[in-house]
């Protein structure tokens, strides 16, 4: 089993739509979770980290995290066609410098 | 504020030769320090990373060494390049605290023919 999985898309939303990524993992001790963007050619940049249950703003972004059920998901309002790109979740456990990544969803904001 | 710098940005090498890739990190001390593969269409693996100075944690066995030679500077080795070894590399660092935040330098596309 994989430790972090997602759904690999394309997922395509309209522009001024909501984009929902979700990201399950399986290890339970994880203990930091995180959302990086990736356009393509590029390298991942880190947009949003989470560490305790429920919800977090920043911006147009809003990470939600629910340990009990081993989800984290990211919410895009608004979004916009330079929101185009491959986004991918990781998970790190507190006991190591390990990060899992999952094979990340490619997003397509259409105009 | 902290910047990470890799080089170089592309490469092109034949299988069989050697590989030197550099990344350093400005603005912060004893960073943690990671080396990724990207491979095409495929996620990150972690290939190494380093705690401090010389020590190196492997997490996948291969053809590659890494070494930290100063604080703020980690290389990615190979004496002898198979094609199984193209791919995006990234260099990470973070702050070595709990929040464990990552943050990636612009990588090094390599291509092995």
């Known amino acids: 089993q994989k430790e972090v999985e997602q759904n690999s898309g394309p997922l395509s939303v309209p522009e001024g739509a909501i984009a929902s990524l979700n990201c399950t993992y399986s290890?339970?001790?994880?203990?930091?979770f995180f959302w990086y963007r990736q356009y393509s050619g590029k390298s991942p940049e880190l947009i949003m980290s989470i560490y305790s249950n429920g919800d977090k703003e920043d911006g147009r972004f809003t990470a939600q995290l629910n340990k009990a059920s081993q989800y984290v998901s990211l919410l895009i309002r608004d979004s916009q066609p330079s929101d185009s790109a491959t986004y991918l979740c990781a998970v790190n456990h507190y006991t190591g410098n390990q990060f899992y990544f999952g094979t990340g969803t490619s997003l397509t904001v259409i105009p | 504020s902290q910047t990470i710098h890799q080089w170089p940005a592309t490469l092109v090498q034949p299988v069989g030769s050697p590989l030197s890739l550099e990344c350093t990190v400005e603005?912060?001390?004893?960073?943690?320090l990671y080396w990724y593969r990207q491979a095409a269409g495929r996620g990150l693996q972690l290939l190494f990373y380093?705690?401090?100075?010389?020590?190196i944690s492997s997490e996948v066995p291969q053809n590659l060494s890494a070494s930290r030679p100063q604080d703020r500077q980690f290389i990615l080795s190979s004496k002898k390049l198979l094609l199984s070894d193209s791919g995006f590399y990234l260099c990470?660092?973070?702050?070595?605290?709990?929040?464990?935040?990552?943050?990636f330098g612009p990588g090094t596309r390599l291509t092995v023919l």
């Open positions: 990470a660092w973070d702050y070595g605290d709990s929040y464990n935040e990552q943050f």
């Open positions: 290890d339970r001790v994880s203990q930091s």
């Open positions: 380093s705690v401090g100075i010389g020590q």
């Open positions: 603005g912060t001390s004893n960073p943690n």
